[in-house]
């Protein structure tokens, strides 16, 4: 049996849309937040948040039945990711910036945002779920059991693609000239 809410997401009434957005604008915040590990600012969460209930808005008939909250969270997700890459695509670092007393151009951080950005775009390479058990287990620190929980997985087929997904993140960054 459909929930209400749903049928009326899927109706396209403003009631329904301003219903899920009253009850569940803190979690997509906090997903959104989450992903984004603190490098973006409130403007940049808020219109993340608001680009999540358009997409559901503009979406909504792709709701599965009980699956509102799970596709609200993966639609916040993909928002944040989206919103970290337009912010390193505009992110520039002056000259001045890079310039030490000693007359180095590089440094530390830059290479470390270098790295970070590296990372990222291989983890979108490799795609889920692989991408998502890497960030579970290396990001958020959960165990294999906790993450196939999560994920409807066995917890040695979590090891197994974790070992996988490994070894092709270290390939991807090796043909980017990055050895770890």
């Known amino acids: 049996m459909t929930s209400p809410l749903l049928i009326g997401l899927k109706k396209q009434d403003i009631s329904a849309i301003e219903e899920v957005i009253d009850k569940y604008t803190r979690l997509v915040s906090a997903v959104i937040c989450n992903v984004a590990c603190g490098n973006l600012t409130g403007q940049d969460v808020e219109e993340a948040v608001q680009d999540t209930f358009l ?12 699956k509102l909250k799970a596709y609200l969270c993966q639609i916040a997700k993909n928002k944040a990711r989206d919103a970290l890459r337009k912010l390193s695509r505009n992110k520039t670092v ?3 910036d890079m310039v030490t007393d000693e007359g180095i151009y590089v440094s530390d951080d830059i290479e470390q945002k270098t790295l970070s950005l590296a990372i990222d775009e291989a ?4 795609g889920d779920p ?3 058990i890497v960030i579970r287990r290396y990001y958020y620190y959960q165990t294999s059991s906790v993450i196939g929980n999560i994920l409807g997985l066995n917890s040695q087929t979590v090891r197994t693609k974790l070992a996988r997904a490994k070894a092709k993140l270290q390939k991807l960054l090796t043909e980017r000239g990055i050895t770890l």
């Open 94 to 96: 002056s000259i001045e």
């Open 55 to 66: 997409s559901l808005w503009e979406h909504s008939d792709a709701v599965e039945e009980d």
């Open 123 to 126: 983890l979108n390479e490799i």
């Open 130 to 132: 692989d991408r998502e």
